[in-house]
C-alpha cells in the first residue's frame, strides 16, 4: 500500500556536525517530495522540496537526494546550529493525483551544544 | 497576514459532543485539506477538497464531516466526539494542477481534548 517510511525516529548530533534523515517511498508514481520542519507547538514549515526530475537540491546547510530506482530520499543538514532542533518529515506524492501527499513518522532532531 | 487561518486553536470537550473547527485561507490556492496529528506525532491526511469538491477521504468515521463552502474556506464538523479523537487537527492548502504538486501550507492547528 502507500507508505512513507523515515528513519531514524530520533537522532542527536553535536553542534557543528551534520545530520541526515532518510526515508524511502512504495509508490513508483510518486514525483514530488517536501520536507517539514515543525518545531513545539508550531505548523509543520516547508524546508525544501525536490522532484522527480532531479537528483538533487541544495539551500544554503540543507540539502535533498533523490534515488528514484531505490526509491529513496534523504536530508541532510550540515554545520547544525541549535535551531535546528525540531521535528522532521519527509513527505512524498502519491498516485497520479496530484492532491495526495502523504507523511514519514518524523525525526526528532536534538543538537548538543 | 496569516495564509491559512483555522479556529479555535483550542478546543476541549466532554466525549458524545459535537464540535466544528473552522479553515480559511486567503492564498488563493484551489486545494484544502485536513491533516490529524496524533500524539506520537504522526501526520495521517483525513481529507482534501479541490475547489469545493471532495476529492480524497482517507477512511475517516463517518462522524468527522468535512464542508467546504467556497475554495478559500473548510471546515470540519465533529459528531459524537471519542477520547480516540484527541489530537491536533491541521488545515492546510496548496495550489495544484492536475498532475502538478506544489508546497503545503499549514494553518496553526487546532488542539483537540476530549473528556
Known amino acids: 500500500g502507500e507508505n512513507v517510511e523515515q528513519h531514524p525516529s530520533t537522532l542527536s548530533v553535536q553542534e557543528g556536525d551534520s545530520a541526515v534523515i532518510k526515508c524511502t517511498y512504495s509508490d513508483s508514481a510518486s514525483n514530488y517530495f517536501p520536507w517539514y520542519k515543525q518545531e513545539l507547538g508550531k505548523r509543520p514549515q516547508l524546508i525544501i522540496d525536490i522532484r522527480s526530475n532531479v537528483g538533487e537540491k541544495k539551500d544554503q546547510r540543507i540539502a535533498v537526494t533523490l534515488n528514484k530506482t531505490a526509491k529513496h530520499f534523504s536530508l541532510h543538514i550540515t554545520e547544525t546550529q541549535p535551531e535546528d532542533s525540531a521535528v522532521y518529515f519527509c513527505?512524498?506524492?502519491?498516485?497520479?493525483?496530484?492532491?495526495?501527499?502523504?507523511f514519514g513518522s518524523g525525526t526528532r532532531l536534538s543538537i548538543r551544544p | 497576514d496569516t495564509a491559512v487561518s483555522q479556529t479555535p486553536k483550542y478546543l476541549v470537550t466532554q466525549m458524545g459532543n459535537d464540535k466544528s473547527i473552522k479553515c480559511e485561507q486567503n492564498?488563493?490556492?484551489?486545494?484544502m485539506y485536513w491533516y490529524k496529528q496524533d500524539s506520537k506525532k504522526f501526520l495521517k491526511i483525513m481529507f482534501s477538497y479541490n475547489n469545493k469538491e471532495l476529492i480524497i477521504n482517507e477512511t475517516v468515521p463517518n462522524r468527522f464531516s468535512p464542508k467546504s463552502p467556497d475554495k478559500a474556506h473548510l471546515n470540519l464538523h465533529i459528531n459524537s466526539l471519542e477520547l480516540g479523537d484527541s489530537a491536533v487537527y491541521f488545515c492546510?492548502?496548496?495550489?495544484?494542477?492536475?498532475?502538478?504538486?506544489?508546497?503545503?501550507?499549514f494553518g496553526n492547528g487546532t488542539r483537540l481534548t476530549v473528556t
Open positions: 492546510a492548502s496548496s495550489r495544484q494542477g492536475s498532475s502538478y504538486n506544489s508546497p503545503l501550507h
Open positions: 492564498l488563493g490556492h484551489d486545494t
Open positions: 513527505a512524498a506524492s502519491i498516485g497520479s493525483s496530484a492532491s495526495k501527499i502523504i
